[in-house]
């Protein structure tokens, strides 16, 4: 059962609806641990004056900025006094349309559930879905978590609130001193960059897409789990710009209306290796999944 990370109420004009915050996403990472490498004993960090060389105790942590040149140092007191006043609500300031807020503010996404089973909570929330649903509109408002306060849009998603926190206008970073490229492209290069990418859409399916990388990080632990010896793949090279742009988009256009996906003589010489070796390349190539194939998926997967 999840647990919730927050409790308060949302509140916009007189209207305050009890709620609470669940975290919207679900942690995957694999969490290794320092060890040392002779003895395997856990490393422990420990805080020094570069000073003194003594250990320092945590409440003697002092916090210095670079102020104009200058050190300025506060303490924990005193810094806490910059901190906002710690409230039990989120505060809606305006709606606004949801197809105009820019993806780019996003931050970390949560889901808003109704705190409590009082008939009057839930109608005021189920309320709050379906106007918000019906008009496409998402809430702006701030909501303190622990010790900053956050600007965060509120929408509706599988008939529940969800809320995510927003970055700030000065936080993103202007593009005007980034380059974007000098000369514009040819109609007919337009074109065939156009066409290219009605080849290649489809309608979107998130499920589609998997974390290569802790694909690979599995199936390297479980080979070592099993004292397989772990060799690095060979590192790819570089692609090489392209010296016709035109030329190679009307190839990837033909290939992809081709629809080819290797020759007999691929498989053949796929068939005549053995599983460590598909293994192998397939690790080479990120295959995922690889560490339950068998050696004809394998072979399957690295003709695809």
Not at 4 to 29: I, K, Q
Not at 152 to 158: C, G, M, P, S
Not at 248 to 262: I, R
Request: aromatic content about 6%; proline content about 5%.
């Amino acid at each position: 059962m999840a647990r919730s990370l927050w409790t308060g109420s949302l509140s916009f004009g007189l209207v305050n609806v009890p709620v609470a915050l669940y975290s919207g996403v679900r942690d995957h990472s694999l969490h290794f641990r320092q060890l040392h490498e002779k003895d395997g004993a856990p490393i422990e960090v420990r805080r020094f004056c570069s000073q003194d060389d003594q250990e320092v105790r945590f409440e003697e942590v002092g916090h210095g900025y670079d102020l104009d040149g200058k050190q300025v140092v506060l303490s924990d007191e005193e810094l806490a006094t910059a901190q906002p006043r710690r409230t039990r609500t989120i505060d809606i300031e305006a709606f606004v349309d949801l197809d105009e807020v820019d993806p780019i503010y996003f931050d970390h996404p949560y889901v808003l559930a109704p705190s409590g089973e009082a008939e009057g909570i839930q109608r005021a929330y189920r309320l709050l879905v379906e106007v918000m649903s019906r008009t496409d509109r998402a809430a702006l408002g701030r909501i303190v978590l622990r010790t900053k306060e956050y600007l965060v849009l509120l929408r509706a998603r599988d008939e529940q609130l969800v809320l995510t926190t927003m970055l700030f206008h000065d936080e993103l970073r202007p593009t005007k001193d980034i380059p974007a490229g000098s000369k514009k492209p040819t109609k007919q290069q337009l074109d065939q960059a156009v066409a290219l990418i009605e080849a290649l859409s489809e309608d979107w399916d998130p499920s589609r897409y998997e974390d290569r990388y802790r694909k690979r990080l599995q199936d390297v632990l479980a080979r070592k789990k099993r004292g397989r010896k772990i060799t690095a793949p060979e590192q790819q090279k570089e692609p090489k710009p392209v010296p016709d742009l035109m030329a190679a988009l009307e190839k990837t256009l033909a290939d992809l209306k081709g629809g080819g996906n290797g020759s007999g003589s691929d498989a053949d010489e796929l068939s005549s290796l053995s599983k460590d070796e598909l293994m192998e390349r397939a690790q080479q190539q990120d295959v995922p999944g690889r560490s339950s194939m068998s050696k004809k998926e394998l072979i399957e997967a690295l003709q695809d």
